[in-house]
């Protein structure tokens, strides 16, 4: 795919199609991160003397506006980062966007307000889209986060437009995608989460690929339950026991070494006051349900991944919001933070999990794309890479 350094972008009218979609709480900012990785596209753009039009999506605001949603906090935030000034529109499209455009000198910022206040964002409207591809000569794709969504401002614009990626798109798909397809082994995957459901594309592909496959959090039962032991009242997935069956069947068949807890962390009610105690997976008692892998599950885990060469996570191990279910996702972020192998954390929980532990600077990528990742790391094609033409 080209990028951004195989066109002449001076002078020219660039939109850039960021993943802004940071969590908030009371109109602030709780986590930063995406905005500071979409700075090294947004700088070099500035510096080559582009004028730079940020778009991006916050939220489910369903294609109306929600006054929660405006990107304005974003826009200060990104013009403190950059120290630079950012200026933040109320519409995405309109007249005043065209005016606002029209009179950007080389090297400006301007920063739409959320592409998702219009129907049109998500339902990949070419009306939209063709809107959108107007405000610009050439169209860069940023949001990695957002890859796996075909909307007007990821997928249907690229169609009007010269259409490359940017520094963090490539940098995702450089390092997913090289780990995918010429790992290094031993290849460790772990995967946890609360349901099988949405890791069954996942865990079906990796079993093709990796050498070790560790499984945990809520999860995690249905495949202790699978292997014919009681879980309480554990997080079943009643329809998916038999599909359990076969992971490890395959895993066998595989030659994959397929880790599952062998003891658990059981509490009385789903609390952070609850009651707790550490039973093997033998053991559980009826009334009570697991919210964490057990301390002998997490040093053998622990184990597993400092004798790894690389190491995907994807999903917590246990409940690790609450302080007496964090134990086991404690002790995989800190396996990962001193392995001397290459860490790649794929996103969402996960990477709050290594942010809460303080061992975010330790790993070698932390993804921006929780949706996005799990759909490359399951050999799908993402709509908003495969639009990005060579025009
Ligand atoms: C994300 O946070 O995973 C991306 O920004 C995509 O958001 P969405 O799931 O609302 O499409």
Do not use: C
């Not at 930063?32 to 939220?59: C, D, F, M, N, W």
């Not at 690229?158 to 082994?185: R, Y």
């Not at 409940?319 to 790649?344: H, I």
């Amino acid at each position: 795919k080209k990028t951004m350094k195989d066109i002449d972008v001076k002078g020219k009218r660039v939109f850039v199609r960021v993943d802004f979609n940071v969590p908030m709480a009371d109109g602030a900012i709780t986590d930063e991160t995406r905005i500071r990785a979409a700075i090294p596209t947004i700088e070099y753009l500035v510096e080559q003397g582009a004028k730079v039009i940020l778009a991006s999506h916050l939220g489910r605001p369903k294609g109306e506006v929600k006054e929660d949603m405006r990107l304005t906090a974003v826009g200060i935030r990104l013009a403190e980062l950059m120290s630079k000034p950012v200026t933040k529109l109320d519409e995405s499209i309109g007249q005043a966007v065209e005016e606002a455009v029209a009179s950007m000198q080389d090297g400006d910022i301007l920063l739409l307000e959320n592409v998702r206040f219009h129907a049109g964002e998500e339902k990949n409207d070419p009306a939209l889209a063709q809107q959108f591809a107007q405000l610009a000569d050439i169209y860069v794709n940023d949001a990695f986060g957002a890859a796996h969504r075909a909307h007007a401002s990821t997928e249907g614009i690229a169609k009007h437009i010269p259409a490359v990626s940017g520094f963090l798109m490539q940098t995702e798909l450089d390092v997913l995608g090289k780990a995918l397809s010429n790992p290094e082994h031993p290849f460790t995957a772990i995967i946890g989460g609360a349901k099988v459901k949405d890791k069954i594309g996942v865990i079906e592909s990796l079993l093709e690929k990796v050498d070790h496959l560790i499984i945990g959090g809520g999860l995690s039962f249905t495949f202790i339950k699978a292997q014919g032991y009681d879980i309480g009242k554990s997080l079943l997935e009643e329809d998916k026991i038999e599909l359990a069956k076969s992971f490890i069947e395959k895993a066998k068949a595989k030659g994959v070494q397929l880790h599952m807890p062998i003891d658990a962390v059981v509490a009385n009610e789903f609390s952070q006051d609850a009651e707790t105690k550490v039973v093997d997976v033998d053991a559980i008692p009826a009334d009570w349900m697991g919210l964490d892998i057990g301390p002998k599950t997490a040093a053998h885990y622990a184990e597993v991944i400092k004798n790894s060469k690389l190491i995907i996570w994807n999903g917590p191990m246990g409940v690790f919001e609450m302080d007496k279910f964090e134990n086991g996702t404690k002790t995989v972020a800190d396996a990962m933070a001193t392995t001397s192998g290459y860490t790649v954390i794929g996103g969402g929980d996960s990477a709050a999990a290594v942010e809460k532990f303080e061992v975010a600077t330790k790993m070698d990528h932390i993804s921006t794309g929780g949706g996005a990742s799990l759909e490359l790391m399951e050999g799908k094609e993402l709509p908003g890479i495969v639009a990005l033409n060579d025009k």
